[in-house]
C-alpha cells in the first residue's frame, strides 16, 4: 500500500507526509479492503487527502461507506472540472479580447502595404 501511495505522491507532488498520513488514514477508515482496482484506490486516495481538512473539524471517523466515498469524490471532481472550466473560460476570453484589439492595427499595416505596391 505504501508503495502505491508513495507512486500516487509522486506523480501530484505530495510530499513523505502526504504518504504517512494518507496510509494512517486508509488504516484508520478500513478501506484497504475496498482497494481492488486502480481506480478505486485513486478515489479513495483523492478522498482521503480531501477529508484530511475536514476531519479535524470533525470527531474522529473509523470508517467509511463506499457509497460516501463515491459521493465525495465526485463532489471533489466536480468542483476541479469548474474551476479547470473557468480558468480555460478566462484564458478564450482573455485571448478573444486580445484577437479583438490586435487586427485593427495590423489591418491598417496591410492596406497601406497593398497601396504602395
Given amino acids: 500500500m505504501k508503495e502505491?501511495?508513495?507512486i500516487y505522491a509522486k506523480h501530484n507532488s505530495k510530499d513523505d507526509a502526504f504518504v504517512k498520513k494518507t496510509q494512517k488514514m486508509i488504516e484508520t477508515l478500513h478501506l484497504q479492503e475496498m482497494i481492488t482496482t486502480g481506480f478505486m484506490?485513486?478515489?479513495?486516495?483523492?478522498v482521503v487527502a480531501?477529508?484530511?481538512g475536514e476531519e479535524s473539524k470533525?470527531?474522529?471517523r473509523h470508517s467509511i461507506s463506499k457509497q460516501e466515498i463515491f459521493r465525495k469524490y465526485i463532489n471533489h471532481y466536480q468542483e476541479r472540472e469548474l474551476k479547470r472550466n473557468h480558468e480555460e473560460q478566462k484564458s478564450q476570453l482573455h485571448k478573444t479580447t486580445e484577437f479583438m484589439r490586435k487586427p485593427k492595427t495590423k489591418s491598417k499595416?496591410?492596406?497601406?502595404?497593398?497601396v504602395t505596391h
Avoid at 484506490?41 to 483523492?46: G, L, N, R, T
Fill in 4 to 6: 502505491m501511495i508513495s
Fill in 41 to 46: 484506490f485513486y478515489i479513495i486516495v483523492e
Fill in 50 to 52: 480531501k477529508m484530511k
Fill in 58 to 60: 470533525e470527531n474522529t
Fill in 109 to 114: 499595416k496591410k492596406k497601406k502595404s497593398q
